[in-house]
């Protein structure tokens, strides 16, 4: 089968023949048809498998067929869960209607509301939107959805693991009930199930066999004693000159921070990228790796799903994800368009429940590598009941490869980049937003003991940027931000801290305690 089997414009198909593209991937094919046809389609098929194009082409044709008088709202709204993966939506939409005259926009966070308000005074074609930006325009109703006719959810499962289940629904609500609703997803777990069932009408249902991983990565485990041996290795890498452009998954935004700061000063071309970032930083550094001008990308799981970069080499997973499915996604990001790539894990014993699940899951088992001068003094067997560190098979809840709880602030101790263990065993992950809207950028830490010696506000630190150094011991700290005091006197009253806590004191002991 080719694109012109298909029955798109021939506009559609002049832009697509000179990009290279003839025949349609699987998932392409079996969802093109009936979404021409104006049904619903629910597609579940493997990240890298072409589903972008599955949607935009129907979409393509749709908008071909001009409306007079065109509407101020949208005709076709795509949801994506990450910037990232909204920017590679929008491009494609550009590339295969870049002869239709369209007007394509991206309503996103990070970017600022006077360039979206210049977009939006134009009657609006085609859409690509996150959640959360989208739902605030549409309650300043500067969006009207009421001439929406098709609705496209890219990534859903991520969405709903996000937390945005509840701006869904309400964005869907907003359009009419007669629309189109097109859902791709890459896993279809009972949440996923849910929200088709409640979004869709009839839908076609297609699935696209998963082949779990792809057969043209190489997969490697590194097996490791404690934080500073996962840091030799780190730096090992870093310096070989197999690895020509890689991603390096951490578990926390700090960590991505720290971890880029620390490459960086030791001379390698390395960058971070996560949710945090405005769009306009996000942007540039992922132009800066396709241009080759960073090398080494340090990122959090947003990253894993809105990354198309064709000549990756190396995907490391310095911290391991949360799930087998995300470790799948992640190791994606490397042997693309038929290239060859290598995945590299770190583990320590405290993650054998995690490597356990992502060989049953991929069927295959991870083949462990040494590098010598670096073997670790404690192996661990592969596979079995031996792997679990818990009677689920999952993670302790606090307790990692490094010894004591650091509570994931950075600091450098004999030499060595090191953290907190709770993020060192994956405690305390984060992503743009947490389910029910939560924002995370730091692990998990334990209520601290009253010390009434302690003085108010020494909590009060904000993050300074990765690679700013402590005059004391040349590592890594947190610099203090001290809240204004009241005319009271020193600390009299309340005061605030970035991190959202407060100082306060009371009457019967004149202590500042923590709250």
Avoid: C
């Avoid at 870049?98 to 979206?116: A, D, F, S």
């Avoid at 991520?158 to 629904?169: A, E, T």
């Avoid at 921070?257 to 960086?264: F, N």
């Avoid at 596979?383 to 606090?398: E, N, T």
Wanted: proline residues 6%.
């Amino acid at each position: 089968m080719s694109f012109s089997d298909l029955s798109l414009n021939p506009l559609i198909l002049k832009a697509l023949d000179a990009a290279g593209y003839t025949e349609p991937t699987p998932v392409q094919a079996q969802s093109i048809p009936p979404a021409l046809a104006g049904r619903d389609v629910l597609a579940t098929a493997e990240t890298g498998t072409g589903k972008t194009a599955a949607f935009v082409l129907p979409a393509l044709q749709r908008l071909a067929e001009q409306q007079s008088p065109r509407p101020r709202g949208p005709r076709v709204l795509v949801l994506t869960p990450t910037r990232e993966l909204a920017s590679q939506v929008i491009q494609a939409a550009r590339k295969y209607g870049k002869l239709l005259r369209l007007n394509t926009v991206e309503i996103l966070g990070g970017t600022p509301y006077r360039i979206q308000l210049q977009q939006l005074a134009r009657p609006v074609d085609l859409m690509v939107a996150t959640p959360g930006r989208l739902l605030d325009h549409i309650e300043r109703r500067r969006i009207n959805l009421g001439e929406l006719e098709l609705l496209v959810l890219d990534e859903a499962d991520r969405m709903l693991d996000m937390g945005f289940i509840d701006d869904i629904r309400t964005i869907a609500a907003a359009a009419p009930a007669s629309r189109q609703t097109l859902l791709f997803t890459a896993t279809l777990d009972r949440g996923v199930t849910k929200i088709a069932e409640s979004l869709l009408t009839d839908p076609v249902r297609i699935a696209i066999p998963r082949t779990t991983s792809a057969a043209d990565i190489e997969q490697r485990l590194h097996q490791i004693d404690d934080l500073a041996h996962k840091h030799r290795l780190l730096r090992h890498w870093a310096a070989s000159e197999e690895v020509e452009k890689a991603i390096i998954f951490a578990a926390t935004k700090r960590d991505v921070d720290a971890l880029a700061g620390a490459l960086a000063d030791e001379g390698h071309a390395a960058a971070g990228l996560h949710g945090d970032m405005d769009q306009r930083a996000r942007n540039r550094t992922l132009s800066n790796l396709r241009s080759g001008a960073v090398r080494l990308l340090v990122a959090t799981d947003v990253a894993a799903r809105g990354i198309d970069v064709r000549d990756l080499s190396h995907v490391i997973n310095f911290d391991l994800p949360r799930s087998a499915e995300d470790y799948v996604h992640r190791i994606g990001r490397t042997g693309r368009a038929g290239a060859s790539g290598v995945a590299i894990s770190f583990a320590g014993r405290s993650e054998r429940g995690m490597l356990e699940r992502i060989e049953r899951f991929t069927g295959q088992t991870l083949a462990v590598h040494v590098v010598p001068g670096m073997e670790p003094t404690r192996p661990f067997s592969s596979g079995g009941p031996s792997r679990r560190s818990g009677p689920g098979g999952g993670r302790p809840p606090h307790r990692g490869n490094g010894g004591g709880y650091g509570g994931g602030r950075p600091h450098r101790s004999g030499g060595e980049f090191r953290r907190g263990d709770a993020a060192a065993s994956g405690a305390g992950r984060d992503s743009e937003r947490m389910p029910g809207g939560r924002s995370a950028d730091r692990p998990f830490r334990p209520e601290r003991p009253y010390d009434p010696t302690r003085r108010a506000g020494a909590d009060n630190r904000a993050p300074r940027s990765a690679g700013s150094a402590d005059s004391s011991g040349g590592g890594f700290r947190a610099a203090r931000s001290h809240a204004p005091r009241d005319k009271g006197g020193a600390g009299a009253g309340r005061e605030r801290s970035a991190g959202g806590g407060a100082a306060f004191k009371t009457a019967s002991d004149g202590l500042f305690r923590r709250r």
